[in-house]
């Protein structure tokens, strides 16, 4: 049997980026209304856990990819950027990679 190939850091990045994305819409179009209009603070936790967890785990892949050489400090710095804008981690393989 073959063994499975491994996903490229830059596509780990991209999908991780994704999800980072996802969870912070989730805390900003759903939590932070539960949390202000229903008072259901615990909404804000949960999301914010996870969201703090993605966008950790995100600094983590770039800051790799930064010391292997695979990518710039400047398109480092514009993936940080994007992944602090709402919608901003959806554009990261078109602004950041494109070849």
């Keep these: 049997m ?7 850091v830059k596509k780990r990045l991209v999908q991780v980026g994704h ?3 996802v969870s912070y ?6 939590a932070m209304p539960l ?6 603070p ?7 856990s ?3 967890f993605l966008f950790i785990w ?3 892949i770039l800051l790799w990819m930064e ?12 993936a940080v950027l994007l992944a602090l804008l709402p919608f901003g981690t959806f554009y990261l393989e078109r602004y950041v990679f494109r070849q």
Excluded: R
């Excluded at 073959?2 to 490229?8: F, Q, V």
């Excluded at 615990?42 to 914010?48: C, I, Q, W």
């Design 42 to 48: 615990m909404a804000v936790t949960l999301f914010g």
């Design 2 to 8: 073959e063994k499975a190939t491994a996903i490229s």
């Design 67 to 78: 010391i292997k050489k695979e990518i710039s400090l400047t398109q480092g710095g514009m």
């Design 19 to 21: 999800w980072e994305g």
């Design 58 to 60: 995100f600094c983590i």
């Design 25 to 30: 819409l989730l805390l900003l179009g759903l």
């Design 50 to 52: 996870l969201h703090g």
């Design 35 to 40: 949390k202000y209009v229903y008072q259901c």
